[in-house]
């Protein structure tokens, strides 16, 4: 329904009817009646309807890694579409995208030589997914369709994705979902764990529970495992050195696909191109969306394996080796943002910039240890999280709380339950990483 009371698309007036929109994960008729609006953005800041300027502690949703309206990237896209609006990808080609997938493969983890394109963290994760089950197939063993994925893991919103996802919100109203995945546990354990500055040091032997679900089902009926390097949407779950080098073991031994979904990891986030770069590990299949293209056009990329790609290479030439792709894989506008964004990344050194400042972010959040409520807080690279003690018979209302009073002092981070997510944009100052802390201080001490 239309409503002639709305809508200005000029940024000085918020729109007054705001009932169409059925907004994603979002408390709908609480925002509707108090509605936070950005209308503005630039490098480290949002600016609000009502005038603000408001830090950006969270990356937009943890993908602005270059910071906002960076000028390369918008002038890519302004270039772009006067030049190449669209082209299609299935039987056809453009420039750019090989371009880009050969740039992608260049800062990749060696041996991720092949670039799928989609258009999110949850298409490429289906993507992945797809790949994994038609390899196997391909190879005689298709018997290999099991999937294991992992508790408090999120992969995004579709039905592969939150069937191997372990987030029981976004599953237990769709049914049953897929058939024949299984879950390892996590890592995270507050009793051991809490306060870690980095890597934790327990939960290695946590990998091992594989092998029991290995032994379980057999291993010539699992095609693949799915893992975030780091959690980040579950309240960034940090997961000890060895254990994702024992998944790889343990993978391989057994001809099971490790599938890495960097959605988060990806792209500096760790002081690191990849999360697999951190911990020295390198899967068969890689998932990547969000900082790919800075956030400010939808893509995603899987790379996978020299052998999965040439598995598919068989058989006759005119044939499609993979039933699989989108109306705009490739798209030549997100492949344009997709380049510029890489040269920003490199001419500025982003990738590995969360190196240099972690020690200074890690010193900032630790600084909140002992403030109201708090029970743990953990980080690695330029991604933190506060650990809040939830309110009996209330959960999730207390960092709620603190997220808009943050909100309303000028600071965006993002909440998960009861824990406070960090993960400003690589470009993050010293003293901006003060500025966000101190605005979690401070919300800290004025909420119950
Ligand atoms: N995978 C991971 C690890 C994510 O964190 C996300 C989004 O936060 C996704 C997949 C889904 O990405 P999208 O929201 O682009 O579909």
């Known amino acids: 329904m239309g409503s002639d009371t709305a809508v200005s698309n000029s940024n000085a007036v918020a729109p007054n009817d705001l009932s169409a929109f059925w907004m994603p994960f979002t408390s709908n ?26 830090l950006d502690g969270t990356a937009g949703l943890w993908c ?8 390369k990237i918008v002038e890519a896209i302004a270039k772009q579409a006067a030049e190449l609006d669209y082209a299609p990808a299935f039987q056809m080609g453009h420039p750019k995208a090989f371009e880009l997938a050969n740039r992608i493969v260049d800062i990749a983890p060696e041996g991720l030589d092949h670039v799928l394109f989609t258009n999110s963290g949850s298409e490429s994760v289906e993507t992945a997914l797809k790949v994994a089950l038609a390899y196997h197939r391909v190879k005689g ?23 191997v996802g372990g987030i029981v919100t976004n ?21 051991k764990n809490a306060y870690s500055k980095g890597v934790p040091e327990y939960g290695t032997e946590l990998a091992d529970e594989l092998e029991r679900i290995v032994t379980l089902h057999d291993a010539s009926t699992i095609a693949a495992v799915i893992v975030e390097p780091v959690a980040g949407s579950t309240g960034v779950l940090i997961p000890p050195m060895g254990y994702l080098k024992r998944l790889r073991e343990i993978t391989k031994k057994h001809g099971i696909l490790l599938i890495f979904d960097e959605v988060i990891t990806g792209f500096g986030r760790l002081g690191t191109p990849f999360g697999a770069d951190y911990y020295g590990v390198t899967p068969d299949i890689m998932v990547t969306a969000k900082g790919l293209t800075n956030g400010i056009i939808p893509m995603g990329a899987v790379l996978v394996s020299a052998e999965i790609h040439d598995t598919f290479m068989q058989g006759p030439e005119h044939m499609i080796e993979f039933f699989h792709g989108y109306t705009y894989s490739g798209n030549p506008m997100a492949s344009a943002a997709g380049l510029a964004t890489l040269e920003t990344y490199k001419e500025e050194g982003l990738l590995t910039r969360g190196a240099e400042m972690a020690p200074i972010f890690q010193d900032a959040l630790h600084s909140l240890k002992g403030e109201p409520h708090v029970i743990d807080i953990r980080n690695i690279g330029l991604v933190g999280a506060v650990e809040l003690d939830p309110i009996a018979g209330a959960p999730t209302k207390r960092a709620f709380s603190a997220f808009l009073k943050c909100y309303e002092d000028g600071v965006l981070v993002r909440t ?7 993960s400003p944009p690589l470009i993050i100052s010293e003293s901006q990483i003060g500025e966000l802390i101190d605005g979690v201080r401070t919300a800290l001490r004025s909420i119950d």
């Open 29 to 54: 008729r609480q925002f509707k009646q108090s509605p936070r609006m950005l209308v503005g953005a630039k490098d480290m800041h949002y600016t609000t309807s009502d005038g603000r300027q408001v």
């Open 64 to 71: 602005v890694n270059a910071g906002h309206a960076r000028p």
């Open 141 to 163: 063993e298709g018997a290999r369709s099991r999937l294991i994925g992992r508790e408090r893991a999120y992969h995004g919103v579709n039905f592969g994705g939150i069937s």
């Open 171 to 191: 599953r237990k109203m769709f049914g049953s979902l897929l058939g024949g995945v299984d879950h390892m546990p996590h890592t995270h354990n507050l009793a």
């Open 416 to 422: 998960t339950g009861d824990i406070i997510a960090m």
